[in-house]
């Protein structure tokens, strides 16, 4: 039974952090493409950023500098660093898995396992 489990959202001002994390089980974490993606009303879902097998970052434009994907494979969590929040990082973040990682960040369809979302919200 495959599980992916997010925590860490909250409410925040602009120009501060949150770090979100995401509890993987069922499944060969190691070895999965995971990634988390946002949606925030109205708008359609966008990945952040991406982190394969081997530990290679992927990040959105509107994040570079400012987000850090992480895994730790011994935990089975994946985690996202999120600093200098702006009110435009306002949106559900969640984390997916999918088989393998391909270049650029993969559309939300290319993602098998998906988490429940977790808030962020950035005034």
């Known amino acids: 039974h495959v599980q992916l489990v997010e925590s860490g959202g909250g409410s925040v001002q602009a120009g501060g952090s949150l770090r979100l994390s995401c509890a993987a089980s069922g499944y060969s974490f190691s070895n999965y493409c995971t990634a988390w993606f946002r949606q925030a009303p109205g708008k359609e879902r966008e990945g952040v950023a991406s982190?394969?097998?081997?530990?290679?970052?992927i990040y959105a434009d509107s994040v570079k500098g400012r987000f850090t994907i992480s895994k730790d494979n011994a935990k089975n969590t994946l985690s996202l660093q999120m600093t200098s929040l702006k009110p435009e990082d306002t949106a559900m973040y969640y984390c997916a898995a999918a088989l393998s990682c391909s270049e650029g960040l993969m559309p939300a369809w290319r993602y098998k396992y998906w988490g429940q979302g977790t808030q962020v919200t950035v005034s």
């Open positions: 982190i394969d097998s081997y530990g290679n970052t």
